[in-house]
């Protein structure tokens, strides 16, 4: 039942992406707070909600975006399985995970916005796309998953009392 | 009688001696021996005054560090009071400054109808130029009105719900605008770019640009009114290889400070698609 904190929790990371995170830019990028979110939640021991996390913030950002929710959708549903893969695998590193997943993530999620703005008929120059937009967000994003990460796990631990006792 | 007589001399000779000596001392004669005794007593002076400085304190500290403290969280209050007034003043000073000069912009275009907006958020996604305003439906806004400010052209609303809307910024890569320059008597296309810059395209070969041409708005398309401002032209890329030229331009609109704007409420896009010729099998 405390998972429903998704709800308002989601919704006011998309309220701060929207009014805040986008206003500190680095050159044309800027970070994704609601992916590194996903990226955190999935990663902790015990959750099994990450993919209904993932749905309820596509719908959300596809909202507030001119791009399509189907594009969020796919982008954080990789998040999601990219966290659950790497969860299993370097779960003596959580940090490193969290690092990996979040470069993966991000680098997913704009490939498919890229994708899709191209088929549309956007003029995007693939060049410049990458060198002031993607390695800028990269960036950013791994500079906030730190804190995120220790967010998410205090939050974890909320929504799942068990994992606390074990 | 000779008793009487020595006391007396001698009195009067001690007497002498001591008005002989102080005459000595007040004439600078004994300075060093006058020195040492009156430093020797101002320094006894002195640590008397200030034992009792310290002693006086100590007794009437407690009741003053209260009083003091209490006096300092006051004045610590009031400051963050007055600092709060501060920026909430100079916050209402900036409102009031775009206020007015939107307000001086529908007044000169007095052929406009607009609707005020705040800018309340920009795209999630770094590869679009949109912002979100607080103004929709419910206040006339519909898809596809032009959207200003006292500087110039902003872009037009993309999406509407029943209390926001979505724009288009000038500068979004997909946007395009049909322009006239003014001075050169001639029209050509804006176009955003992914970091933001915009820049003119499909200017004749014959046109005669320079940089400091003023940009506006042609009316072609239906999309936008005709003589909105735009920008300036700074440097022009013509080449005699190329079939246009083309121009940077420098937008009358900081579309990184974007607060308030105006949505043109009375103008209605025209679609053109179904004019436009298909081609057929």
Known sequence: ?166 | MKDLFSRTLQTTIIFLVIGGILALSFGGFFSSVTNRFTGGLVSLQEWFATRYQAIQEFLAAPRDIVSLRTRNTELQKQVSDLQAQVINLQQRVNETEILAALVDFSRTNPESSYKAASVIGRDPSPFLHYIIINRGSNDGIRRGMPVVTSEGLVGRVDAVIADAARVQLITDPASSVNTHLKNANTDAMLIGSITGDISLDLISQDATIQPGDLILTSGLGGGFPPDLIIGQVVNVHKRAAELFQQSTVQPAVDFSRLQIVLVIINFRAVDIAPLVPTTTP
């Open chain 1, 1 to 166: 039942m405390r998972n429903i904190i998704a709800l308002p929790l989601l919704g006011l990371a998309v309220i701060l992406q929207s009014a805040i995170v986008s206003q500190f830019s680095l050159l044309a990028g800027y970070a994704d707070l609601v992916l590194v979110i996903l990226a955190a939640w999935a990663l902790q021991d015990g959750v099994t909600t990450a993919f209904h996390w993932a749905f309820l913030a596509s719908i959300m950002v596809g909202f507030s975006s001119h791009l399509p929710w189907f594009i969020y959708m796919a982008g954080y549903f990789s998040v999601v399985l990219f966290a659950l893969l790497l969860q299993r695998r370097v779960w003596q590193a959580p940090l490193l995970a969290m690092f990996s997943v979040t470069f993966l993530g991000t680098l997913v999620m704009h490939l498919l916005s890229y994708t899709y703005l191209r088929i549309v008929g956007d003029p995007l120059p693939f060049r410049d796309t990458m060198g002031l937009i993607t390695l800028p967000s990269l960036l950013l994003n791994l500079l906030i998953s730190i804190p995120l990460y220790g967010f998410m796990r205090d939050i974890a631990r909320w929504v799942l009392p068990s994992m606390e006792k074990a």
